[in-house]
């Protein structure tokens, strides 16, 4: 197990403590695992409030489907989801509120609409979304996606050591992002799970996530019904959800701080079992020590 000290996380106004669930919600007609079901802004709303109520500290909302498909431009993503942030932001001023998006033009208009948190899966390939973090005062996560372009797809990728690659590029990217004032304690490291990777290297990460803990980022893990965990299983991707869960009871005991999910609820359960076999895991607020 890694050390369970952890460095501050806050995001509006929160210390998200030990272990904060992040809940995905797409504005996309061609999500790989809800195929659209969230993608009508009403869908979305209700899909955010259940997701509140199910205990998520962070709602991520995305415009973009990760995987290749039709071309979005700036001007539909940012229709899909700068709307929402400002409906989100009015229903739920607690709740931490980040997008999923790697464009400068888009964290810029979202951070102004009430977002906390920009998410970049693609590793930086906009240099100019971490200024954007900076300028308007939010956090940023900080990904490794091997050098691919936003939306393609690895051929034959090989790395001598892919923590190690990991490593290097996201703590890089960190560094840069607290140079240019973004605050340190609003920034996350994310490996990025099947970004860049085959389904060897997500494991080899899963395995060695300690080592990305040690860095004292917090780090971010999004392992959700994701392609190494049904690889790994021989499942589908709507029979991931046992893999999912023990994916994230293994990342919590290296040491993860967030998780991004598409099931809150069985998510925190999951956590909740974590802090029972481990308190010394626990959320900080004290809400999750088992009681004797």
Same mark, same amino acid.
């Given at each position: 197990m890694t050390s369970p000290d952890a460095a501050p996380l806050r995001l509006n106004g929160r210390d998200l403590g030990r272990h904060a669930i992040m809940a995905v919600?797409?504005?996309?007609?061609?999500?790989?695992?809800?195929?659209?079901?969230?993608?009508?802004?009403?869908?979305?709303?209700?899909?955010v409030d259940r997701a509140v109520a199910d205990g998520a500290d962070i709602i991520d909302i995305g415009g973009v489907k990760?995987?290749?498909?039709?071309?979005?431009?700036?001007a539909e993503? #940012?229709?899909?989801?700068?709307? #929402?942030?400002?409906?989100?932001?009015?229903?739920h001023p607690g709740v931490v509120i980040s997008v999923d998006t790697w464009r400068a033009e888009v964290g810029a208009a979202v951070a102004e609409a009430g977002a906390d948190l920009l998410n970049d899966t693609w590793g930086g390939p906009d240099p100019e979304l971490a200024e954007?973090?900076?300028?308007?005062?939010?956090?940023?996560?900080?990904?490794?996606?091997?050098g691919l372009d936003p939306r393609t797809r690895p051929h034959r990728i090989g790395y001598d050591d892919v923590v190690a690659d990991v490593i290097g590029h996201v703590t890089a990217e960190a560094e840069r992002a607290l140079a240019l004032g973004v605050a340190r304690e609003a920034i996350l490291i994310d490996?990025?799970?099947?970004?860049?990777?085959?389904?060897?290297?997500?494991?080899?990460i899963t395995r060695r996530l300690?080592?990305?803990?040690?860095?004292?980022?917090?780090v971010l893990v999004a392992v959700s019904n994701k392609d190494f965990i049904g690889e790994a299983l021989g499942r589908p991707v709507d029979r991931r959800g046992v893999g999912t869960m023990a994916v994230l009871g293994v990342s919590? #005991? #290296?040491?993860?701080?967030?998780?991004?999910?598409?099931?809150?609820?069985?998510?925190?359960?999951?956590?909740n079992a974590v802090a029972a076999v481990a308190p010394e895991y626990s959320d900080r607020r004290g809400r999750r020590r088992p009681t004797r």
């Open positions: 919600v797409n504005r996309t007609p061609d999500s790989f695992f809800d195929r659209g079901a969230t993608y009508g802004f009403e869908a979305a709303l209700d899909a990760a995987g290749p498909g039709e071309d979005v431009g700036v993503e #940012l229709r899909r989801v700068v709307d #929402l942030v400002a409906a989100v932001r009015d229903r954007v973090a900076a300028a308007h005062g939010v956090g940023l996560v900080c990904a490794h996606a091997g490996p990025a799970h099947d970004f860049g990777k085959n389904t060897r290297h997500s494991l080899e300690g080592e990305l803990t040690a860095t004292g980022w917090p919590a #005991l #290296l040491g993860a701080r967030v998780f991004r999910v598409h099931d809150v609820a069985a998510a925190r359960r999951a956590l």
